[in-house]
């Protein structure tokens, strides 16, 4: 990676369906919190916290890679 230039081409929300989409793949995961607590046999609290977890870093991920950029970056501006 020579330069950040090519970050000015990628953005998180482009139109609505992109915001819907975050909101659907949390509410599914909240949906799978409680099948996956029962299947694991762990209380709905603990499964709830490693998904917050989870997903705080992959919005820091998210996050950081559109601001100082990463090797994902290439793989769509290629």
């Known amino acids: 990676m020579s330069s950040v230039n090519h970050l000015s081409d ?3 929300i482009e139109n609505i369906w992109d915001s819907i989409s975050i ?3 949390l509410i599914v995961g909240c ?3 409680s ?3 029962k ?3 762990a209380t ?3 499964a709830l916290s490693l998904y917050i977890w989870h997903s705080f ?3 820091a991920y998210i996050f950081t890679t559109s601001i100082i950029g990463g090797d994902s970056i290439w793989y769509y501006t290629e």
């Open 23 to 25: 909101v659907a793949v």
């Open 31 to 33: 949906y799978l919190i």
């Open 10 to 12: 990628v953005s998180l």
């Open 44 to 46: 709905k609290v603990r």
């Open 57 to 59: 870093f992959c919005f």
């Open 35 to 37: 099948i996956s607590a």
């Open 39 to 41: 299947y694991f046999n």
